[in-house]
């Protein structure tokens, strides 16, 4: 991960409100060229109740459009986020397929004509949409998309865990302090931007074992992915950021 993408990772893991959340949201997409950009979390609280909650730039002029769940409910790209969690390039194919061209008609006069979305699963009826969406040619026509695809990715793996942060704030519940100190070392290692491969090779153990000692905090921090485990490990003052 170059300095520059590490940076703005790091920036939006550690966002200290939705407003602050909102900014480097918005900063990121739009370095990149694209106009919109939406992160929502969705939690099934159960199979007839679910919470959304979007932090996006959306033009006031589509925003009723854009919170209409049932819109939602037909448009081929938030069906297959929901559905899965490959990441989806679009444009007015995509709805022209799904005999949704009209709905792709209604939204590209406000920015919406192509983008990049992906939906992220976890447990618990958690789940995070990320979508940032441009006003011309499909992104794959456009230069450097291999880099922007990925910088997307690694942008959005970072933005789920502050945006689940940030909805759902952490409390302490007793296991924080079972962490042992394999488990807050591969934690610190983590924020610093390392994979779990690097991270063997400094603390001389196998990757697997690295893995395993993530996977023991997750558990019990109640966390979904190693990012968001890193979040709240800081926020309860188990490891400190630098």
Same mark, same amino acid.
Request: net charge negative; no cysteine; charged share 20%.
């Given at each position: 991960m170059d300095t520059l993408l590490n940076r703005k990772c790091l920036e939006v893991l550690h966002a200290s409100s939705v407003k602050d959340f909102s900014r480097q949201l918005v900063?990121?997409?739009?370095?990149?060229?694209?106009?919109? !950009?939406?992160?929502? !979390?969705?939690?099934? #609280? *159960?199979?007839m109740l679910t919470e959304f909650q979007t932090v996006s730039n959306v033009p006031a002029g589509f925003l009723k459009e854009f919170e209409n769940l049932e819109l939602g409910r037909i448009d081929p790209v938030s069906q297959h986020c929901k559905r899965s969690?490959?990441?989806? &390039? $679009?444009?007015? =194919?995509?709805?022209?397929? *799904?005999?949704? =061209? *009209?709905? $792709?008609?209604?939204?590209?006069?406000?920015?919406?004509?192509?983008?990049?979305? &992906?939906?992220? #699963?976890?447990? +618990?009826?958690?789940h995070f949409m990320f979508g940032a969406e441009w006003n011309h040619e499909c992104c794959e026509r456009v230069a450097n998309f291999k880099n922007i695809f990925e910088d997307i990715l690694a942008f959005a793996e970072h933005a789920q865990a502050a945006a689940f942060d940030l909805s759902l704030p952490a409390q302490? *519940?007793?296991?924080e302090r079972a962490l042992t100190k394999g488990?807050?070392?591969?934690? +610190? $290692?983590?924020?610093?931007? =390392?994979?779990?491969?690097?991270?063997? =090779? &400094?603390?001389?153990?196998?990757?697997? #074992?690295?893995?395993?000692?993530l996977r023991r905090a997750m558990q019990k921090l109640d966390c979904s992915s190693k990012y968001e485990t890193v979040l709240r490990a800081i926020r309860l003052g188990l490891i400190e950021c630098q």
């Open positions: 900063s990121f997409a739009q370095d990149l060229g694209f106009g919109t !950009v939406s992160a929502t !979390v969705v939690t099934d #609280h *159960s199979p969690g490959a990441p989806i &390039v $679009w444009d007015q =194919k995509t709805y022209a397929t *799904s005999d949704e =061209k *009209s709905l $792709w008609e209604m939204q590209a006069p406000f920015g919406y004509s192509s983008g990049l979305a &992906v939906g992220m #699963h976890f447990g +618990r009826g958690r302490r *519940s007793g296991n488990e807050l070392e591969a934690l +610190r $290692w983590t924020m610093d931007g =390392k994979t779990s491969w690097e991270i063997a =090779k &400094v603390m001389l153990m196998s990757e697997r #074992h690295v893995t395993l000692l």
